[in-house]
């Protein structure tokens, strides 16, 4: 698998902006607010085919470690990463590494790129027939880990994640806790946000919206050189006049939202 296969974001169609987008938006909305909740779940299910890329799954892994054990761990999961990463054994590819420095620190995300969830399920299969690979996380890193979660996410079609790359600075996650049925209102005011960004300097990495694991959820994440830069790029995107206006509609679509700083490890293929 080639996680360079895609081009970075540039690009954006405003055909998006069509009177076809608004009925489909509309009735969705509607069928969640007024359906049953079978009515809903197969909604959620044609709102992932709308908005989504889905031929690729990424799951996102979160590590909370023990203070004591933190250098320790990183260490250890270089060496777990990379060997998986780098064997044809498993069908994954690491999109990135990061440990959170401003937020829930002593919490590392690792982002993990499959080929649908078949590859999904074909990779953890061969993880556990490997015993190699398996001990050695569950006897050596496993008891420096408080507590772990994974959670299955898909790209949206508009903004698909920027290629590995070294880039040095920061990269901020910001993760969205959605009202159920306002996904596609969601990426519909984002395809407008992210022209706003671009414009303003941001550089985006990728936007995904969760499949499996913790549901309603939104992710978004960016880079900057550094913490001051960021207030400045974001400071920047409030004189474009269609920013102020994703601000307000999306926000009432949320009812919780995070922010968290991340610096990529040594070994992150994004870092």
């Given amino acids: 698998m080639n996680i360079l296969r895609r081009p970075i974001i540039g690009q954006l169609s405003r ?7 608004r009925p489909v938006i ?4 509607n069928a969640l607010l007024h359906g049953s909740q079978e009515a809903q779940e197969e909604a959620q299910q044609q709102h992932s085919k709308v908005v989504g890329r889905g031929k690729w799954i990424h799951e996102f892994q979160k590590h909370r470690v023990l203070p004591q054990h933190v250098e320790q761990y990183k260490a250890l999961i270089a060496d777990y990463y990379k060997g998986i990463n780098d064997s044809s054994e498993f069908h994954a590819k690491l999109l990135g590494s990061w440990e959170i420095v401003v937020g829930e620190v002593d919490t590392f ?8 969830l078949p590859g999904f399920e074909i990779t953890k299969a061969a993880v556990k027939e490997s015993k190699g690979h398996l001990e050695f996380f569950n006897h050596d890193i496993l008891p420096l880990v408080q507590s772990r979660t994974s959670q299955l996410n898909q790209e949206f079609n508009f903004w698909q994640s ?3 790359e070294v880039r040095g600075g920061i990269y901020e996650l910001r993760t969205y806790t959605l009202k159920p049925g306002a996904l596609l209102e969601w990426e519909h005011e984002w395809r407008v946000g992210l022209e706003a960004r671009l414009a303003s300097g941001h550089k985006p990495v990728g936007a995904w919206f969760s499949q499996i694991g913790k549901l309603h959820q939104v992710h978004h994440m960016w880079h900057y050189p ?9 400071q920047k995107a409030w004189e ?3 920013w102020s206006g994703t601000v307000s509609k999306t926000v009432k679509l949320t009812t919780s939202m995070e922010a968290n700083v991340l610096r990529g490890l040594p070994f992150s293929p994004t870092r």
Avoid: N
């Fill in 15 to 21: 055909s998006f902006h069509s009177s076809q987008t």
């Fill in 26 to 29: 509309a009735g969705a909305v």
């Fill in 109 to 116: 995300v690792h982002i993990w790129e499959y080929e649908g």
């Fill in 162 to 164: 920027a290629p590995p």
């Fill in 226 to 234: 550094s913490l001051e830069e960021r207030r400045l790029t974001r």
């Fill in 240 to 242: 474009i006049d269609t």
